[in-house]
């Protein structure tokens, strides 16, 4: 059996629930396929989670770059930078947001 992106993306999770963020980016750093937004969104919040700015940073990068219009996607990086105190960077964020009009989608469940 070939491991598929959701399979990286569950060991990845596990991984960051564990605190293991550096090997969980060396994973993703390894994989043999293109790692989607889904694998470095799942990264972004654990390193969110543990405070960790300096793995954090660079999944908050790719996750921009991987999908430039998904407003979850630059809500998820502002939150980071707000957590690591870069300011600016969070103006940035959402500038480009309001910039491209994005607006994010609202939350709903089925009973």
């Given at each position: 059996?070939?491991?598929?992106?959701?399979h990286?993306?569950?060991?990845?999770?596990?991984?960051?629930?564990?605190?293991?963020?550096?090997?969980?980016?060396?994973?993703?750093?390894?994989?043999?396929?293109?790692p989607?937004?889904?694998?470095?969104?799942?990264?972004?919040?654990?390193c969110?989670?543990?405070?960790?700015?300096?793995?954090?940073?660079?999944?908050?990068?790719?996750?921009?770059?991987?999908?430039?219009?998904?407003?979850?996607?630059?809500?998820?990086?502002?939150?980071?930078?707000?957590?690591?105190?870069?300011?600016?960077?969070?103006?940035?964020?959402?500038?480009?947001?309001?910039?491209?009009?994005?607006?994010?989608?609202?939350?709903?469940?089925?009973?």
């Amino acid at each position: 059996m070939e491991p598929e992106m959701r399979h990286y993306a569950c060991i990845v999770d596990l991984l960051g629930r564990a605190g293991r963020l550096k090997e969980a980016l060396d994973l993703i750093e390894g994989m043999p396929i293109e790692p989607d937004s889904l694998v470095w969104s799942t990264l972004l919040a654990a390193c969110r989670f543990h405070g960790d700015v300096e793995v954090g940073s660079k999944a908050r990068r790719k996750v921009l770059d991987l999908e430039p219009y998904d407003s979850g996607s630059y809500i998820a990086a502002s939150n980071m930078s707000a957590d690591m105190g870069e300011w600016d960077q969070v103006l940035r964020i959402r500038s480009s947001i309001k910039r491209v009009e994005m607006n994010k989608e609202p939350g709903w469940s089925a009973l």
